[in-house]
């Protein structure tokens, strides 16, 4: 199944202390709604998290992770995912196995996105990844400079204020790209610029405004991930907008980045409805 038909990847984070929701996911009758919605725009794909990465958080155990997995399988299970993408928003690699071999067994015709934000490539990845080769079936590499998976509420420890973000993550998307290639798994892979992950305020707002020099560095043949939705830079941004609410903001950041763009695009958000707007 070709990706240029999606548009966006509709977040529903079910956890209690999500920055974005505050837990509204976990309200049976938001989610059903929710949940509904996006199952029924053949331009969204459902991205779940089970674990929020703000780091005012604590890291939950992968037994917690995958309880609250489990609470949403079987709030799944009167939805039908025929050959829809849901995408697992986790870091931890043996999680999202079981999370994709339990959410197979209730749909089976479900396709897989593995959502990663840790940015790391390594051997339990890679063993991970093989395992679906032959299927349609992506994972979002995110650009992070987050040095182990159990550092990943850290991020913000491993800031490179004076570096150039534009080049350091063009550089980091050939290399994965590279490694994805040296397995024959360069066609599964979405690029993420990660926004807010280990990056100033700064160099979230270089990476918008230069969107199209980040893209002519990068030079592959790759889908990219755009995901500012609820983002804590775009709120302190407001500060200096106040003619512009969060969601005019991030909206207007959406047109800026598809206008200076020439690829495949995604983006992740909490409301498509943001999207519904003509350039």
């Not at 609820?230 to 941004?237: H, N």
């Not at 983006?267 to 003509?278: E, G």
Request: charged share 25%; aromatic share 14%; with cysteine.
């Amino acid at each position: 199944m070709n990706l240029s038909k999606f548009k966006t990847l509709g977040v529903i984070n079910r956890t209690p202390n999500s920055f974005s929701d505050q837990g509204q996911s976990l309200n049976p009758q938001h989610f059903e709604s929710q949940l509904k919605s996006f199952l029924e725009d053949s331009t969204v794909i459902v991205d779940v998290g089970f674990e929020s990465t703000a780091p005012m958080n604590r890291a939950v155990s992968s037994e917690e992770e995958f309880s609250r997995f489990e609470n949403f399988l079987e709030a799944s299970k009167d939805f039908s995912f025929e050959n829809k993408f849901i995408s697992f928003d986790t870091y931890k690699v043996q999680n999202f196995l079981l999370m994709a071999k339990s959410f197979k067994a209730l749909h089976p015709k479900a396709h897989f996105i593995f959502n990663d934000v840790s940015g790391v490539l390594d051997d339990e990845l890679q063993s991970a990844l093989l395992k679906f080769k032959d299927e349609n079936f992506y994972y979002i590499y995110t650009f992070a400079h987050i040095p182990s998976r159990d550092q990943v509420l850290d991020h913000m420890k491993f800031l490179r204020p004076e570096n150039d973000v534009i080049t350091e993550a063009s550089l980091a998307f050939k290399k994965a790209y590279d490694w994805f290639k040296s397995f024959q798994m360069e066609d599964n892979l979405i690029l993420d610029p990660g926004f807010g992950f280990s990056k100033t305020f700064e160099q979230n707002w270089q990476l918008i405004n230069h969107w199209s020099e980040l893209e002519s560095k990068t030079s592959l043949d790759v889908p990219m991930l755009v995901g500012l939705s609820k983002k804590s830079f775009l709120k302190k941004a407001l500060e200096t907008h106040p003619e512009l609410d969060l969601e005019g903001l991030h909206q207007k950041c959406i047109q800026d980045i598809q206008k200076a763009s020439k690829r495949n695009l995604l983006f992740r958000v909490h409301d498509p409805k943001v999207m519904d707007f003509s350039l």
